[in-house]
């Protein structure tokens, strides 16, 4: 049976691959071959894993009981094969919150090893970067907190490192960044992104004012939501202006110290409670616009505060990390 986890408010089902193919779907054996013909087991999958059942949606939810389905692990010791599936039935290269949650789950069934880090392999089908992506996770604890430091690498800055297309110039604190056009026409406040890939493509949105952070609630508003989705999601199903492959935004507003305050809204999936790469590219972009120093950041999101640490090196970012904690849920 399909298990719930939550992290931060981030919810992923977790299945294992033959738990899929005895429900009838078709998954097949190998990660990468799934990864290939997602057309024909994705939705089926979602559908399977990730619908409320009946009676049991509460008012004003969203669509399906979680954010997403991760599906693995395809080996009995790692390295590990995963695949990451968004509820509109496409895969996305990376999560932390999906990834922490895999993990917390590979030690719930005593396969996660304990004294050593555990490779991580996301595959999926985007032509831009290859597949699989490969994460390093170890087991810590920060603050007392038991969890999972995930290193995510070298972050990449501008529009060449997600694949943008329809872009004009910006700046902030001295540093070039991105007028995303369309969504300046939504807000007039969100004249100023940083691109960045932490494994997958983000548009952090860097504003001056709290009130220009836009809640979840009104991100599923039709008059922005709708707006929105356009731009982050891919086509058929948004605009993919101005990242044909579709892009994961943020909005980030510096509140004191080392902390930022932001919102998401994911590719593919919508508004979220929080998302670990997302918190780790908003503070990559804090880096970048001199609002934060190397070292840890914190990242609060609705769904909770995510701590990152950034190591530099010559003045730029080498490695950025996510540490992240999950729990299972009924």
Same mark, same amino acid.
């Given at each position: 049976?399909?298990?719930?986890? &939550?992290?931060?408010?981030?919810?992923?089902?977790?299945?294992?691959?033959?738990?899929?193919?005895?429900? @009838?779907?078709?998954?097949?054996?190998?990660?990468? &071959?799934?990864?290939?013909? #997602?057309?024909?087991?994705?939705?089926?999958?979602?559908?399977?894993?990730?619908? =409320?059942?009946?009676?049991?949606?509460?008012?004003?939810?969203?669509?399906?009981?979680?954010?997403?389905?991760?599906?693995?692990?395809?080996?009995?010791?790692?390295?590990?094969?995963? #695949?990451?599936?968004?509820?509109?039935?496409?895969?996305?290269?990376?999560?932390?919150?999906?990834?922490?949650?895999?993990?917390?789950? $590979?030690?719930?069934?005593?396969?996660?090893?304990?004294?050593? /880090?555990?490779?991580?392999?996301?595959?999926? &089908?985007?032509? +831009?970067?290859?597949?699989?992506?490969?994460?390093?996770?170890? /087991?810590?604890?920060?603050?007392?907190?038991?969890?999972?430091?995930? +290193?995510?690498?070298?972050?990449?800055?501008?529009?060449?490192?997600?694949?943008?297309? +329809?872009?004009?110039?910006?700046?902030?604190?001295?540093?070039?960044?991105?007028?995303?056009?369309?969504?300046?026409?939504?807000? @007039?406040? *969100?004249?100023?992104?940083?691109?960045?890939?932490?494994?997958?493509?983000?548009?952090?949105?860097?504003?001056?004012?709290?009130? &220009?952070?836009?809640?979840?609630?009104?991100? !599923?508003?039709?008059? #922005?939501?709708?707006?929105?989705?356009?731009?982050?999601?891919?086509?058929?199903?948004?605009? @993919? !202006?101005?990242?044909?492959?579709?892009?994961? $935004?943020? =909005? /980030?507003?510096?509140?004191?110290?080392?902390?930022?305050?932001?919102?998401?809204?994911?590719?593919?999936?919508?508004?979220?409670?929080?998302?670990?790469?997302?918190?780790?590219?908003?503070?990559?972009? /804090? *880096?970048?616009?001199?609002?934060?120093?190397?070292?840890?950041?914190?990242?609060?999101?609705?769904?909770?505060?995510?701590?990152?640490?950034?190591?530099?090196?010559?003045?730029?970012?080498? !490695?950025?990390?996510?540490?992240?904690?999950?729990?299972?849920?009924?």
């Amino acid at each position: 049976m399909a298990r719930r986890y &939550d992290a931060r408010g981030n919810i992923y089902m977790v299945a294992a691959p033959d738990e899929l193919r005895h429900r @009838g779907i078709a998954l097949p054996d190998q990660a990468s &071959d799934a990864a290939q013909t #997602l057309q024909t087991w994705a939705l089926a999958a979602i559908e399977a894993c990730c619908s =409320w059942a009946p009676g049991t949606q509460p008012p004003g939810s969203k669509e399906h009981c979680s954010d997403g389905l991760l599906v693995g692990p395809f080996q009995a010791a790692h390295p590990f094969d995963l #695949l990451i599936v968004n509820t509109d039935g496409t895969l996305a290269e990376r999560s932390g919150n999906g990834l922490t949650i895999f993990s917390q789950a $590979l030690s719930d069934q005593g396969l996660f090893p304990e004294d050593e /880090a555990c490779v991580l392999r996301v595959h999926h &089908d985007k032509a +831009d970067v290859s597949s699989p992506g490969q994460i390093s996770v170890k /087991a810590a604890q920060v603050e007392g907190v038991q969890g999972f430091w995930l +290193d995510l690498g070298e972050p990449g800055f501008g529009p060449e490192a997600v694949s943008a297309v +329809d872009y004009e110039t910006a700046t902030l604190n001295g540093r070039e960044l991105s007028h995303v056009q369309p969504l300046s026409a939504l807000n @007039g406040a *969100w004249s100023r992104s940083q691109f960045a890939r932490v494994g997958n493509p983000h548009c952090v949105t860097l504003v001056d004012s709290a009130d &220009d952070l836009p809640s979840n609630e009104q991100m !599923r508003e039709p008059a #922005l939501g709708e707006g929105l989705l356009r731009i982050a999601y891919a086509m058929p199903a948004g605009a @993919g !202006r101005p990242c044909p492959a579709g892009i994961n $935004l943020q =909005w /980030a507003m510096h509140d004191v110290g080392q902390r930022v305050l932001a919102r998401v809204f994911e590719r593919g999936e919508g508004p979220t409670a929080s998302s670990g790469t997302s918190a780790t590219a908003v503070a990559c972009a /804090a *880096w970048r616009v001199g609002w934060v120093s190397a070292g840890e950041v914190k990242v609060t999101m609705p769904g909770g505060t995510a701590p990152i640490l950034l190591e530099q090196e010559q003045g730029e970012l080498r !490695r950025v990390s996510l540490f992240g904690t999950a729990r299972l849920v009924i």
